[in-house]
């Protein structure tokens, strides 16, 4: 069965204390990773996508990294509006167009 | 641009009653895509239109949940005899898919429905 599960679930981290995220993957086949961000009441944002092993993308304090069984989101000195849900999502090869989803790593960065 | 938009954004509707929760994807996007999102959970797919056609209903938990989409624009999911276990957020999502690369998935803010 195709699973996602990311870790931890919930992270409290003080502003400019790095760390990292990690989404770990068992599929038949991938297409594409991606990372969402979701704030309280909102629709997830999205972040990147990681189509092979060894690819890096990075956009401000954040870096998402992907090998064949996991991917990593690394928050350098992370601010308090860094304080978030951290979705990731497979794609899965074989025509299907659906996004499956872990559960998500709560953030909270404080001051 | 203007993103994806959805309505109502919040329902509360008594349980057996049925409701209609209405999306409006990015203009030019092929690709729509309904989610369901527990409260403290991830995202479940539902459905996923491909155009007007809908080659991916594996989501959908029952006979009573049914979508439809009108060409390549607003999509309607309908949820009949509405149950309590029905209360979640509906998330729209709506990307770009050009021959077997599929873009980024972007979502609107979501319609949260509590059945009382």
Redesign the interface.
């Known amino acids: 069965e195709d699973q996602v599960t990311q870790s931890p679930e919930a992270l409290r981290l003080q502003e400019g204390e790095s760390s990292s995220l990690n989404c770990s993957y068992t599929v038949s086949g991938l297409?594409?990773l991606?990372w969402?961000r979701q704030d309280p009441?909102?629709?997830?944002?999205?972040l990147f996508?990681l189509y092979s092993a060894g690819e890096e993308k990075e956009k401000e304090r954040l870096k998402a990294t992907l090998t064949k069984k996991e991917s990593f989101l690394h928050i350098t000195a992370p601010k308090p509006e860094d304080s978030a849900t951290y979705?990731c999502?497979v794609?899965l090869s074989g025509g299907?167009?659906?996004?499956?989803?872990?559960?998500?790593t709560r953030l909270a960065v404080h001051p | 641009g203007a993103g994806v938009s959805q309505s109502p954004s919040n329902k509360v509707t008594e349980k057996g009653k049925d409701v209609e929760l209405r999306c409006d994807p990015i203009s030019g996007h092929t690709a729509l895509y309904w989610y369901r999102q527990r409260l403290g959970q991830g995202l479940e797919f539902l459905i996923y239109f491909q155009g007007n056609s809908a080659p991916d209903k594996s989501g959908l938990p029952s006979d009573r949940f049914s979508a439809e989409r009108t060409g390549e624009s607003v999509s309607t999911l309908t949820i009949q005899r509405t149950q309590q276990e029905d209360s979640a957020v509906y998330l729209c999502a709506s990307s770009l898919v050009r021959g077997r690369v599929n873009y980024e998935q972007y979502f609107g803010p979501g319609t949260r429905l509590t059945v009382t």
């Open positions: 297409r594409g991606f969402y009441g909102k629709g997830p944002e999205f996508t979705l999502a794609l299907y167009n659906k996004l499956i989803f872990g559960a998500g």
